[in-house]
């Protein structure tokens, strides 16, 4: 082996060569060196402060460096919070809050002054602390360089501030008042306008904050700002005067010889007042209370109301004279809508000068609608009424006296009726309520599939009779129903019977002639027959009925027993009759001149009908 120091300078050139280190690996060992040192310092700041102010926080210019949250909450509480201090601060006194003549004594932390440094303390820890780990980075660093002042936070506290505005703001706010009108009997009385007034908290929150921060004696101004009203004085004026015009005078409402007054006091509950803009500006409006003039109108027209009324007479055949029985009246409907835009109008338009300069009451017509009625009294000389057309007959022995009652009762509604040219009679319009109160009485009708006792049995006795006079008077049948099933009273003939039940079933015909036509019952108690006499003018042709023609006949069944507990045992009571059953087709011929220029043909489809029988079976004791 060679001696290091007796080595050929050649060999010791390659040695040196091998030990030299190149810049750029320097370079990064330095590099990873620096790094290691950031890192460690960087650890080592971060563990030392992980839960403490870090460097360069202040609070008012007072370091905080290093405190944890109870002793920066300490350190503040002592430096900034207690009251004496405060106090001394601030003079020794409550601060004067002024609203005007106004005033109240506040202490500095009931305006802002922050006396609970909880939450100073928590943002003072929490600098640094937030975010990424590069964001913590940067914040401790702009710390640390250029500082961290908490600055006036730390002393006003503005959650506090606005609660005692929001404590003072209903002391001090007034809201705006409009102008107005009321009514005093009736005297038209003005409410003048008021502005109002709001607290202006942002203004008044800037002065406390100064107040506080500024360590300053004197008093706290408070900000408010004015609210207009809507409508002004002049907004009502003339509503006002529109008022008083209306109140001026009474109303006069007429009909005929019958006169109605609206006098003031009554106006003066139905005036109403209504705000209303116009281009933005806004004034009021009078009207009347349109659901209290209706009511008030639609108890006039209970008196004014009624309907028309046709008159009604009695024909003497021997004489021809033609008597009247019941006057016609006109028909009056008061129109209430059109009544309540007249009174409107009226009341709304102003009043009136009489001479002599007075006020005078307005007067209107109330608009009703007359109606003439059909069959007018006055107009008896051109009916025509001067001949028997035509008759009709019926016979209804073996009735019940509450049957006979009702065709008493019924017959009696058609006494004097006149049909005027081209109407059509309704049996049911004339008929009326079939009820107890108009002298009905029970007696057996067809209900469903049997005969029951009803108010009304016998009325048919009625319809079917008057069926019979216009079907040989050749007047066209407009409604007409055949019963149920065969029923001997209206028979014979068979098949002209015509069954009513109001307001569904009805019997109608049309008078087709020229002249008015009376209709004239007579009712034979001793002879149980009913006849109705249509007098007129008696056109120019014939009736002729061709046999009834029976088909289809059907034998009615056994007879039905049902037990009744209330007729005595051994007691058998029949309630209803046995009928065939069967379609029965009349045909009825209107001759002119002897030849047929009609042959009509009326259908009755009659059900077969079983005998029905109660049995008693009460036992007596």
């Keep these: 082996m060679n001696d290091p120091q007796t080595a050929s300078p050649a060999v010791t050139r390659r040695i040196a060569r091998r030990r030299r280190i190149s810049p750029a690996v320097l370079a990064l060992v330095l590099l990873a060196l620096l790094t290691l040192l950031f890192i460690t310092l960087f650890g080592a700041y971060q563990f030392t402060y992980g839960d403490r102010v870090i460097p360069g926080v202040s609070v008012m210019g007072q370091s905080m460096n290093g405190l944890a949250r109870a002793e920066a909450k300490e350190f503040l509480q002592k430096k900034y919070g207690n009251p004496d201090a405060i106090l001394a601060r601030f003079g020794g006194e409550a601060a004067l809050v002024r609203d005007g003549n106004h005033t109240w004594r506040a202490y500095p932390w009931e305006l802002g002054l922050r006396t609970d440094f909880n939450a100073v303390a928590e943002s003072a820890v929490l600098l640094g602390h937030r975010g990424s780990l590069i964001e913590r980075g940067v914040e401790q660093v702009r710390c640390l360089w250029f500082g961290c002042d908490l600055g006036s936070d730390a002393q006003f506290d503005e959650a506090t501030a606005r609660a005692y505005l929001s404590w003072l703001a209903p002391q001090v706010e007034q809201p705006a008042r409009d102008a107005a ?17 709001s607290l202006d908290g942002e203004t008044t929150m800037a002065r406390m904050r100064q107040r506080i921060l500024g360590m300053e004696h004197g008093e706290v101004n408070i900000a408010v700002r004015e609210t207009p009203p809507l409508l002004t004085d002049a907004g009502i004026a003339t509503a006002k005067a529109q008022a008083e015009a209306l109140l001026a005078a009474p109303i006069l409402l007429s009909f005929g010889e019958r006169t109605w007054t609206l006098d003031q006091a009554t106006l003066a509950t139905l005036v109403t007042f209504r705000t209303r803009s116009v281009d933005g500006t806004w004034t009021l ?5 349109q659901a209290q003039l209706t009511a008030y109108l639609k108890t006039l027209a209970r008196e004014i109301n009624q309907p028309a009324r046709d008159a009604r007479f009695r024909f003497e055949p021997t004489t021809g004279a033609l008597t009247l029985t019941l006057p016609s009246q006109h028909g009056y409907a008061l129109d209430v809508d059109a009544a309540v835009k007249q009174v409107e109008q009226a009341a709304l338009g102003g009043t009136t000068r009489a001479p002599g300069n007075a006020l005078a009451a307005r007067a209107l017509n109330l608009p009703v609608t007359d109606t003439k009625p059909a069959v007018a009294m006055e107009d008896a000389a051109k009916f025509g009424i001067k001949e028997l057309v035509a008759q009709g007959v019926s016979n209804f022995k073996g009735s019940s006296a509450g049957r006979i009652q009702n065709v008493r ?11 005027p040219p081209g109407a059509t009679f309704s049996f049911n ?3 009326g309520d079939v009820v107890e109160a108009n002298g009905f009485d029970d007696a057996y009708i067809i209900f469903a599939d049997r ?8 009325v048919c006795q009625v319809s079917s009779t008057i069926f019979r006079a216009a079907f040989f008077g050749g007047f066209p049948i407009v409604e007409r129903w055949a019963h149920a099933y065969r029923v001997g009273y209206y028979e014979p003939p068979v098949g002209l019977d015509a069954t009513v039940f109001s307001p569904t079933v009805d019997f109608k015909f049309k008078n087709d002639t020229d002249a008015y036509l009376l209709i004239q019952p007579k009712l034979d108690l001793k002879a149980t027959t009913l006849t109705f006499n249509l007098y007129g003018t008696k056109p120019n042709r014939t009736v002729e009925m061709e046999e009834p023609i029976l088909e289809r006949v059907i034998v009615h069944g056994p007879a039905i027993y049902t037990d009744d507990p209330t007729l005595k045992k051994g007691v058998t009571k029949q309630i209803d009759f046995a009928h ?9 011929k209107i001759l002119v001149n002897g030849q047929v220029v009609k042959r009509e043909k009326f259908f009755s489809r009659y059900e077969p009908w079983v005998a029905r029988y109660l049995v008693g079976t009460k036992v007596v004791k």
Excluded: K, M, N
């Design 580 to 588: 065939d059953g069967a379609d029965v087709t009349v045909w009825r």
């Design 409 to 419: 009762t019924a017959t009696a509604q058609f006494e004097g009726v006149v049909v």
């Design 181 to 197: 009108l009321r009514i005093e009997g009736v005297r038209v009385i003005a409410l003048p306008a008021q502005s109002g007034r």
């Design 429 to 431: 319009q004339y008929l």
């Design 285 to 289: 409006a009078v009207s009347l209370d």
């Design 451 to 458: 005969t029951v006792l009803g108010p009304g049995g016998g």
